[in-house]
C-alpha cells in the first residue's frame, strides 16, 4: 500500500442546494477528516482515499465526491491547455479506459463552459499521445472516467469524478413512476422530518422503534430510502460500481473491508429492524406505482419490511396505515410516528386532473385520522404547502433535480387545527356558489369589494407620491386570477387594463369565463368606467425555452360586450389617441400603449428603482441594458448624467424610447441608443459607466438569432461582462422577476452585492415582493 493511499487529498462532496449543513455534519460523523467546509452546493474537505471510499459508500445526501488534481489562476486558453497538460494523467487511469470531461465555466475567454472542456480533453489525450503512442478514447454517454472542469473569472479547478454516476443512483430504482423523488433529496426530506434521528434513538434503546406510513408513495423512494436508514444499511451498497474502481490508484486492500463491513451492519440491521415491530408503510392510488415500488423495493432487498397498500388516502382509516400499533398509540398519543410523503405538484399534475387539491385534501385526512404523529409534505411552493390547512413548525426549501421545492414540517396534535385553505368565508361561499351557477351578482359585488380595500391602502401613498398610475389589484381573490393596472392620462383620462393570468387547462372554460367577466364589470362600476377605457389582456406563464411574444394573448372589452372578446388584434376603429397615450410619473412623461401589446412601455414594480437610478445619475456615465422603452435612461438624463446609452435588440423599443426624451424636452446629443444583443455589446464596447442597469428577461431567444439567453443560466456571465465595463466605484444595478431567482455564489463572494428589493418596491406590488429580486453590484476588488 503506498503512501499516496494515506496522504491527505483535497475533495470536493456536492450536493443539491440547502443541503450543504446536513452533508457537512453526515460527512464529520463518517469519519475523522479534518475540517468541513460548506460552500453553494457541497463541502470541501481534505481525506486520505480510504475516507473518500467511505463517503461514496456512505453518503445518503452526496451527489458525487470529486478529487482536485489541479487548482490555478488562468486568463485564455493556452493557460488552461497548460494547467490540465500538467495534471499526471497515466497516473490516474489507463489508455484502454473511456472517459469524458465536463465544464461549468464562467469566464471572458471561455462563452461555452463545452470549449473549455475540450482544451482539458485536448492538453489530455495530447499527453497520452505524446507519452505513449496512443490516446484514450472519449465516451459521453457512459464513460469509464470522468473528469470534471469548474472556470470561473479568477480561478480553474480540475476533479477526478471518485463516484462516476452520481450517488443519487443507489442501484434499486429501474421502475419509475412520473417525476421521481431523487434517492438523495429523499434522504434528506427524512432527515428533516426526524425520521434518522428516531432511528438513532430506537438503535441506541432510548426509545421504541418508529413508524413510517406514505400514503402517495409513487415509486417508493422514501419508504425505500427510509428502510435503508432503519436497517442501517449503506445507501452505495447495491451499486454497480464506483468512479474509484476504474482509477489507475484503486486500492482493494482498503475498499474490500470497508465493503464487508458494510454488508455485515446490512445484515445485523435488517435482523434487528425485522425483530422490532417497526412499521414501514406505503400506498398509493394508483396500481402502477405500487408494481413500480415492489419492484424498487426487492431490488434493495428491502420488500419484506415494507407493507405496500393499493388505496385513496383519504379513505384510509387509523387503523389501515399503524396496523397492530393502533391498538397501543391511542388518537390523544405522541408517539414516533411519521407522515412522509411527495404528493402530486408542478410537473406531476398530469397524473390527476384535479392535482390542485391533493393538499387540502391531504391536510384534512392528515388532521382526521393520524393524530399524534409527524408530518413532513413536500410542495411546489410555500403557497401551495399553506393549502395543507395545518399550521408548518418549520418550512425547509431544497431541490428535487433541477426542480425547486419546499417541505413542510406538521405536529399533528389537538392545537394544529386544520383551516381550509380558502382565504374567507366569504370567499368560500362565492366559489360554492359560482361552482353551482350562482347570480353573478354576488361575484361582482365581492370584486367591488376588493378594490374599495386596496383603494383605501393605497390611498395615502398616492396621494404623498403623486403616483397617477399603478396596480390597484393583483390575484387578491384566487379565482379571480388577474391585475388590474390604473392609468390617470396626461389629458385627465382615465383608463384601466386588465390582465388575466391564463387559467389551468383543468378550469371549465366557461367558469372561467364568467368569473373574467365579473371582474371587468366590477371594475368599471368601481373605476366608473365605460368599456371602452376598459382594456382586457390575458398572460399566459411560459415554461422552458418558450419565448415571450409581447403581442401574443391579446384580448380586448369592446363597447356593450357583456364579455370580454378572446381574440387577438387591434380594436377596429380605435383611435390612436387612445391607444397611444402619455402619463407622469414622478414629473416625468412617458407614452404607454394600452392596446397593441401585452406589456404597455412603462413597468410599475420599478417606479421607486427609477427614482433610486436618478438620484444617483448626477455627472454619471449610464448604460442601460434591455432598455426596452428607456424609461431608466430618461431618468437617469433627468438625473444629470453627462451620458446615457440604451441598448436593446428592438428597434421598435428604441424608437419609443426616443419619444420619451422628447416628451420631457431631453436633448439627444449625450444620449446614445444601439440596436443591438446586449451581450454582443458588451463584447465589443470599450467604454466606462459609473452606473449600469440591467433590468433582462426571463428568457429571450430573437427570432433570427443563435443567442438565447436564460437570465438564471446565464446571469452570472452577463453581469461580469457588465463589470470589465464598470468605472471605478461604479454600480450595477440587477433586477429580475424571476420567482425563484438566486444570485450566484461566486459573484456575492467576488463583489460587494446589496440586495434593494425591499427599498424599491412600491406599495402596490407587495404581493409580489417574493418574486422581485433588485440588487446593486460593486467589483469587489
Known amino acids: ?108 475567454a471561455f462563452p461555452q463552459a463545452d470549449f473549455a472542456a475540450l482544451v482539458v480533453k485536448d492538453a489530455l489525450v495530447d499527453q497520452f499521445r505524446e507519452r505513449g503512442g496512443v490516446r484514450p478514447s472519449v465516451d459521453t454517454r457512459n464513460p469509464a472516467v470522468r473528469v470534471h472542469l469548474y472556470l470561473t473569472e479568477s480561478k480553474a479547478l480540475i476533479y477526478f469524478d471518485l463516484s462516476g454516476e452520481s450517488l443519487h443512483m443507489r442501484g434499486y430504482r429501474r421502475s419509475r413512476t412520473e417525476a421521481p423523488l431523487r434517492e438523495n433529496t429523499a434522504a434528506a426530506v427524512l432527515v428533516r422530518a426526524g425520521w434518522a434521528a428516531a432511528v438513532a434513538e430506537w438503535r441506541e434503546g432510548r426509545a421504541p422503534a418508529p413508524i413510517l406510513a406514505d400514503p402517495l408513495c409513487g415509486s417508493g423512494t422514501l419508504a425505500i430510502e427510509a428502510a435503508m436508514m432503519a436497517t442501517d444499511t449503506a445507501p ?53 406505482a405500487i408494481t413500480a415500488a415492489r419492484e424498487n423495493a426487492a431490488r434493495a432487498e428491502m420488500s419484506e419490511l415494507i407493507t405496500f397498500g393499493t388505496s385513496e388516502f383519504s379513505r384510509l382509516s387509523r387503523g389501515a396505515v399503524l396496523g397492530s400499533w393502533n391498538k397501543v398509540y391511542g388518537s390523544s398519543d405522541a408517539f414516533p410516528g411519521f407522515v412522509v410523503t411527495n404528493p402530486p405538484y408542478g410537473v406531476r399534475l398530469s397524473e390527476r386532473p384535479a392535482a390542485e387539491a391533493v393538499h387540502p385534501e391531504l391536510g384534512a385526512w392528515l388532521a382526521r385520522t393520524l393524530s399524534g404523529t409527524q408530518a413532513a409534505v413536500l410542495a411546489e411552493s410555500k403557497e401551495q404547502a399553506r393549502t395543507i390547512g395545518l399550521r408548518a413548525e418549520k418550512v425547509y426549501t431544497l431541490y428535487n433535480g433541477n426542480l425547486k421545492v419546499v417541505l413542510a414540517l406538521l405536529s399533528l396534535n389537538e392545537a394544529n ?91 371549465d372554460p366557461v367558469a372561467a369565463e364568467k368569473r373574467f367577466a365579473e371582474l371587468t364589470t ?171 442597469v440591467i433590468d433582462a428577461p426571463t428568457f429571450s431567444n430573437s427570432t433570427g438569432r443563435n443567442n438565447e439567453l436564460d437570465l438564471q443560466r446565464d446571469h452570472e456571465q452577463l453581469i461580469r461582462a457588465a463589470l470589465r465595463r464598470l468605472a471605478g466605484g461604479g454600480t450595477i444595478v440587477f433586477a429580475s422577476n424571476l420567482r425563484n431567482f438566486s444570485l450566484s455564489a461566486p459573484l456575492r463572494e467576488d463583489c460587494a452585492v446589496t440586495d434593494i428589493s425591499d427599498e424599491t418596491i412600491p406599495p402596490d406590488f407587495a404581493r409580489r415582493r417574493r418574486r422581485r429580486h433588485v440588487y446593486a453590484i460593486r467589483d469587489g476588488a
Open 1 to 108: 500500500m503506498t503512501a499516496d493511499h494515506f496522504e491527505a487529498h483535497r475533495l470536493f462532496v456536492s450536493c443539491p442546494r440547502y443541503l450543504e449543513g446536513l452533508l457537512r455534519e453526515e460527512i464529520a460523523g463518517l469519519a475523522a477528516c479534518g475540517e468541513v467546509s460548506e460552500t453553494v452546493g457541497g463541502v470541501f474537505l481534505n481525506a486520505d482515499l480510504e475516507t473518500a471510499y467511505r463517503v461514496c459508500l456512505w453518503s445518503r445526501l452526496a451527489g458525487r465526491v470529486l478529487l482536485e488534481c489541479a487548482a490555478g489562476v488562468v486568463y485564455d486558453r493556452d493557460e488552461l491547455y497548460r494547467l490540465a497538460y500538467a495534471v499526471e494523467w497515466q497516473h490516474r487511469f489507463t489508455v484502454d479506459r473511456s472517459f469524458a470531461v465536463s465544464g461549468h465555466a464562467v469566464h471572458p
Open 522 to 692: 366590477g371594475v368599471r362600476e368601481f373605476l366608473g368606467l365605460s368599456s371602452a377605457a376598459v382594456y382586457t389582456k390575458q398572460r399566459r406563464r411560459r415554461r422552458g425555452g418558450q419565448q415571450y411574444d409581447p403581442r401574443r394573448g391579446l384580448q380586448r372589452t369592446c363597447p356593450g360586450d357583456a364579455y370580454p372578446q378572446r381574440t387577438g388584434g387591434k380594436r377596429t376603429g380605435t383611435a390612436d389617441n387612445q391607444r397611444w397615450v402619455v402619463v407622469e410619473e414622478n414629473g416625468l412623461l412617458f407614452e404607454v400603449n394600452l392596446l397593441d401589446y401585452i406589456d404597455t412601455g412603462l413597468f410599475f414594480d420599478h417606479r421607486i428603482l427609477r427614482r433610486w437610478v436618478r438620484e444617483r445619475s448626477n455627472g454619471a456615465r449610464v448604460l442601460n441594458l434591455f432598455a426596452y422603452t428607456c424609461s431608466f435612461s430618461v431618468y437617469a438624463a433627468a438625473g444629470g448624467a453627462c451620458e446615457t446609452v440604451s441598448v436593446d435588440s428592438s428597434k421598435t423599443y428604441l424608437e419609443w424610447g426616443r419619444r420619451n426624451f422628447r416628451h420631457n424636452r431631453i436633448e439627444l446629443k449625450r444620449h446614445r441608443f444601439a440596436r443591438e444583443d446586449c451581450r454582443d455589446y458588451l463584447r465589443h464596447d470599450r467604454g466606462r459607466y459609473d452606473l449600469i
Open 236 to 288: 452505495g451498497l447495491r451499486r454497480a460500481g464506483f468512479g474509484f474502481e476504474r482509477m489507475r490508484d484503486y486500492n482493494e486492500e482498503l475498499w474490500i473491508p470497508l465493503r464487508a463491513a458494510a454488508e455485515q451492519r446490512a445484515r445485523a440491521g435488517r435482523e434487528l429492524w425485522a425483530a422490532s415491530g417497526g412499521r414501514i408503510w406505503a400506498s398509493d392510488r394508483a396500481a402502477q
Open 417 to 507: 387545527v386544520y383551516r381550509p385553505p380558502s382565504p374567507s368565508p366569504g370567499a368560500r361561499a362565492a366559489a360554492v356558489q359560482m361552482q353551482h351557477g350562482g347570480d353573478a351578482t354576488q361575484g361582482v359585488a365581492m370584486v367591488v369589494q376588493r378594490l374599495k380595500k386596496n383603494e383605501r391602502g393605497l390611498r395615502k401613498y398616492l396621494k404623498r407620491e403623486r403616483v397617477s398610475c399603478y396596480r390597484l389589484y393583483d390575484a387578491d381573490i384566487p379565482q379571480y386570477a388577474a391585475a388590474v393596472d390604473v392609468y390617470n392620462a396626461l389629458d385627465q383620462r382615465r383608463f384601466a387594463v386588465v390582465q388575466e393570468y391564463a387559467p389551468p387547462a383543468t378550469v
